[in-house]
């Protein structure tokens, strides 16, 4: 295809792309540099028979002018990344000072927000990606031996948790687990603890999320995985047979290697996904015991006074923490593609 | 001949049949738990007293004299106007759909077919804009949009997503075209066919299997959008899924939390419909990118 032709083919969707991704995250680089105005204050004297008294009041006129002036806000460089909200260098380092062992320094910079939002954000990832990895194959390998009129029902049903919409979905489970709920009864008697709840337990809201996030997206890894086992040629898996392999060593040094690409393939795409959750900490309103960095992003843009600067600083963090999981996975495309053309 | 590779021991079968029940109780149970739940009053669906309320709708009976109750159905209908919201998500998806599998399948058959290095170069930026969060993208639309009073408004959410769906489309729909030997738009274009007439009347004809499942995927995106369409919409023009978690905010009145449960029901409806009928597609258009390379 010559360059001319390729150049019309792609250049809407080229368009499309660079307005309203590239641009948007030059928006947020500019964005995370400036911070609100301050209030323009005014300082009267008001004089009356008992004394002078100084009084400041707010001159909202003035402050409204100067935000129609400079949307933006006041140019402030690096100081959204190091506040409090955000790197919180010098509590970080206040902490450190002051910390009577390593699990004292670890609580108290679990309670500065951004932390608390990276270590829900990288467990939930971490933990739930893996999960979702073995329990696909599982399902797989057991949905592949199922008699044939069975597939179809258990792959629509299977299909279910991963087509829902996030927020509907653990909306769902939320309202089973929640302390009235019918799961949430059943913890009580199981644990013999009545007030046992996901609002009072952070410990319990943690795994919940992290089990709804492995309800939500086993069937994806489970589909992938069930496609793959059918391409397993049979004769392989015959020849294995018929030279001693048991059912074990089969799965493990026949099918197993076949789906290594797929287990790449899933990891990549659940990296991505897991690391944006955002609507389960929502749905199960659980702010103040597991938060993300997808939550404070939004918690800051729809607060009353909306947190432009701040809600930057924290996407461009998080546009660092997607760059750095993908690393892996660039740098090996660019050497397979550096290979190739050499 | 059968095949020894495939046979197996009773008691194997029976653990791996097991395994498969459980996780289709899993799977299934919390939405016919919620579609039962959502015909009872608030006090069965979140009973204090004992869970087997919800099944058996005590409450309900105490409360309205039958064993079932629409009164979620008709307050988030009826009272809440959930059927405005209903439209307006009708028109984002239907337009973001279709927008977005016009632009793609144009890019997708122009990256199937270049063998240039750009064309790999768009597909690994396009992969790294598929892993950007989508609310990082959101905090940086809100402030221009506010300045060029395009906030809120349905195009304006339309154009965004289609933009966020396109590193996807594009991936997708470049797999499925990767599949169509490149013989047949070029056998075309001998016979005097231009690129355009090639890739409309002899490509796009063959490729329907492949734009289906992208636009169902499509569909799904913009379907199940919640960041976007919660940030960048008026409260006139809110949409489905936005609507619901407005609900949540007022769960404090009696029966308030009825009416999400009963939209929730209501928003999962179209999406179950999807899976009964497009299925096949589905699973071909999650193992697209992974199998075939």
Redesign the interface.
């Known amino acids: ?1 010559p ?1 001319r ?2 150049f019309w ?2 250049i ?3 368009v ?2 660079v ?10 680089l500019i ?1 995370s540099m400036h911070s609100e105005h301050e209030q323009v204050l005014i300082t009267s004297e008001n004089c009356s028979p008992f004394g002078c008294k100084q009084e400041t009041i707010i001159d909202t006129k003035a402050t409204a002018l100067l935000k129609a002036e400079q ?2 806000g006041q140019f402030i460089g690096l100081e959204n990344y190091t506040n409090r909200s955000h790197l919180a260098f010098s509590e970080v380092s206040l902490a450190w000072d002051s910390k009577k062992d390593i699990g004292d320094f670890f609580t108290k910079i679990l309670n500065l927000p951004f932390y608390k939002a990276l270590s829900f954000t990288l467990t939930y990832t971490f933990v739930v990606t893996p999960f979702v990895i073995l329990l696909g194959l ?2 797989a ?3 592949n ?2 008699p044939k009129f069975a597939k ?1 029902p ?8 991963m ?6 979905g653990s ?3 939320f ?2 687990i ?1 302390s ?3 799961l949430g ?2 913890l009580q008697y199981i644990f013999d603890d009545p007030a046992l709840s996901l609002k009072a337990s952070p410990m319990l809201t943690w795994v919940m999320l992290i089990v709804y996030g492995i ?1 939500h997206s086993a ?2 890894s489970f ?2 995985f069930y ?2 086992l059918q ?1 397993v040629p ?1 004769d392989t ?2 020849a ?3 030279d001693g392999a048991n ?1 074990w060593q ?1 799965i493990r040094y026949v099918v197993v290697p076949y789906m290594k ?2 287990v790449v ?2 990891t990549l795409m659940q990296l ?1 996904d897991n ?2 959750v ?2 389960p900490i ?2 199960f ?1 659980s702010e103040a015991s597991a938060t993300s ?2 939550w404070i ?2 918690n ?3 607060q009353d006074t ?1 947190l ?1 600067g701040s ?2 600083a ?2 461009m963090l ?2 660092v923490g ?2 750095i ?2 690393l892996p ?2 740098v090996r ?1 660019w050497r397979d ?1 550096n290979r190739k ?1 050499h | 001949m059968t095949n020894r590779a495939q046979r197996r021991s009773t008691g194997l079968v029976i653990v791996s049949t097991g395994f498969v029940l459980l996780w289709i109780i899993i799977a299934a149970v919390p939405f016919l738990w919620t579609l039962w739940g959502s015909f009872k009053v608030q006090g069965d669906f979140f009973s204090k007293a004992d869970w087997a309320n919800a099944i058996f709708g005590v409450r309900t009976v105490i409360e309205t004299g039958d064993f079932f109750t629409a009164n979620g159905y008709i307050g988030a209908w009826v009272e809440h106007g959930f059927g405005e919201s209903v439209i307006n998500t009708s028109i984002i998806v239907v337009s973001t759909v279709i927008i977005s599998l016009t632009l793609g399948t144009l890019g997708g058959y122009a990256l199937a077919r270049s063998g240039f290095k750009y064309s790999f170069w768009i597909l690994m930026v396009a992969l790294v804009f598929r892993a950007m969060p989508h609310i990082t993208l959101v905090s940086g639309y809100l402030l221009p949009f506010f300045e060029w009073n395009i906030w809120g408004y349905l195009p304006t959410s339309i154009i965004v997503l289609v933009a966020i769906n396109q590193p996807f489309t594009l991936w997708m729909l470049h797999s499925f075209f990767l599949n169509i030997p490149k013989d047949m738009d070029e056998s075309a274009m001998v016979d005097g066919c231009t690129r355009l007439q090639a890739f409309w009347h002899v490509i796009i004809p063959v490729m329907w299997p492949g734009v289906i499942t992208t636009g169902l995927f499509s569909f799904l995106l913009a379907y199940n959008d919640f960041a976007v369409t919660s940030s960048l919409l008026s409260q006139d023009n809110q949409t489905m899924i936005p609507k619901i978690a407005s609900f949540l905010g007022t769960t404090q009145v009696e029966g308030n939390v009825m009416f999400a449960v009963a939209a929730v029901v209501s928003a999962m409806v179209p999406l179950f419909i999807l899976v009964v009928f497009f299925q096949r597609h589905i699973v071909a258009g999650l193992t697209a990118g992974a199998v075939k390379g």
Do not use: C, K, N
């Open positions: 295809m360059h032709t390729f083919f792609i809407p969707s080229l499309a792309m307005l309203f991704i590239a641009l948007p995250i030059v928006s947020v964005q949307p933006l599982a399902i390998l057991g949905v031996s199922l179809g258990t792959i629509f049903v299977s299909l279910l948790p087509i829902v919409t996030p927020l509907i909306l769902i489970l309202w089973m929640d009235d709920g019918v009864a059943a309800w069937p994806f589909i992938v496609a793959g391409t049979a898996l015959e294995a047979t018929i059912r089969r690409p797929l393939f899933i991505m690391f944006r955002f609507e929502v749905s309103s960095l997808s992003i939004y800051d843009l729809t909306q432009f809600a930057a924290t996407s998080t546009i997607v760059a999981l993908l996975v660039l495309t593609f053309t």
